[in-house]
């Protein structure tokens, strides 16, 4: 099984991921890692703590000489902004924020609870997302993540392939397949600045060169709509997730949702084996199970709830009263929540593929993988 876990707070010492189940054999380039850990501070409408931090990855176990063991790895972001020691409590909660419900259920304080809660805690989300790429890549499985509305306005992304398509994402200043909105929605972020105010938005993530399979129909928990449905929810922020069609699957009859198969003997050496959709409302799955059509995944980000124009709130000692606490925080952090919920994908599908085809080490991966796509040509 491939798992991980993260540890760390916001402003405390550092952050780490630890990386179970990953396969002995694959060559890991922290310098990739590297690269989604600055998209992630990037994107307009981020605050000062980005300016403060240069996150880069320090792997610190289950290497040797570049080259993963099978080990547990250690992945680790350590804080520029360390100062948690000098920090006061908050004494009014924050609407939107695991303030209140936290402080109370571990009967303590607010700062003990925002800590672990802050989205900064994703760094390492994404290092561990990136990591699995690049096992991912060792099976021609691609994934993009890329911003589809913000703030209320749609950005219709544009068709191509992946390569086109990542680097017209990595020119748009919000994450976008559309550049030429780009200018109207800074704009856009700016007035919300201006106005003290937070926007939401959604993001997209598509996943290509999946095989059959992957995920299962046979019991609730290991179905793979579920199992991304859940690291997807679990980002901070993220109030909804869609798998292809989405809810707009439950306002249209049967035959205008469901994707009619095809067969193509000329694509038979691919991945799908020949087995074709003219449309892809499922968005890749049926039965909690990858259909070899690619994986579509949208998650719907509500607005940062720390506000420079602070909302209504309470002082905890009076329970009188009061505008809730600030915070440094974003304006605008849709386009870095995109580079978050492509690295979590990414990582579930990496999880699924060893539970498919074995995790003790890649050349034995990539053995399993050519027999079964061996077989299920010849069934």
């Not at 290497?63 to 020691?85: A, F, M, Q």
């Not at 129909?217 to 909804?240: F, N, S, T, Y």
Request: charged share 25%; glycine share 10%.
């Amino acid at each position: 099984m491939l798992r991980y876990w993260t540890a760390g707070e916001s402003h405390g010492q550092t952050l780490i991921a630890l990386v179970d189940g990953f396969p002995a054999g694959v060559e890991v380039d922290p310098s990739q890692i590297d690269v989604e850990l600055r998209r992630r501070q990037g994107g307009y409408g981020r605050g000062g703590r980005q300016r403060i931090e240069t996150d880069e990855v320090q792997v610190r176990t289950g290497i040797w000489r570049g080259t993963t063991l099978g080990s547990p790895i250690v992945l680790e972001v350590v804080n520029r902004d360390y100062k948690l020691e000098r920090l006061e409590d908050l004494p009014r909660p924050r609407p939107g924020h695991a303030d209140l419900t936290g402080s109370i259920k571990y009967l303590g304080s607010i700062r003990g609870i925002l800590e672990r809660s802050s989205a900064r805690e994703t760094a390492v989300r994404v290092a561990a997302g990136a990591l699995a790429k690049q096992l991912l890549a060792h099976f021609g499985i691609t994934a993009l993540g890329y911003v589809v509305e913000l703030g209320g306005e749609r950005i219709d992304p544009i068709e191509g392939d992946y390569d086109t398509l990542r680097a017209i994402r990595d020119q748009s200043e919000i994450y976008s397949l559309n550049p030429e909105r780009d200018a109207d929605i800074k704009q856009l972020i700016d007035a919300t600045r201006k106005a003290g105010d937070t926007l939401g938005g959604v993001m997209e993530v598509r996943v290509d060169g999946l095989p059959f399979g992957l995920g299962t129909h046979a019991q609730w928990d290991r179905k793979l709509d579920g199992r991304l449905a859940q690291a997807v929810m679990a980002v901070q922020a993220i109030k909804g997730v869609e798998i292809g069609m989405g809810f707009e699957a439950a306002r249209l009859p049967g035959s205008k949702v469901h994707d009619p198969i095809q067969y193509d003997a000329a694509q038979a050496d691919k991945p799908h084996m020949g087995y074709i959709r003219p449309s892809n409302n499922a968005g890749g799955l049926e039965g909690g199970m990858t259909n070899g059509m690619p994986l579509i995944v949208r998650a719907a980000k509500k607005p940062i709830s720390t506000l420079a124009k602070p909302l209504e709130s309470i002082n905890l000692e009076t329970k009188e009263p009061d505008t809730a606490s600030y915070e440094r925080s974003d304006v605008c952090a849709v386009p870095a929540a995109s580079v978050i919920v492509e690295s979590v994908v990414a990582f579930e599908i990496a999880a699924a593929l060893v539970d498919k085809f074995g995790g003790d080490s890649l050349p034995e991966m990539q053995a399993r993988y050519e027999l079964f796509q061996k077989m299920a040509r010849e069934r």
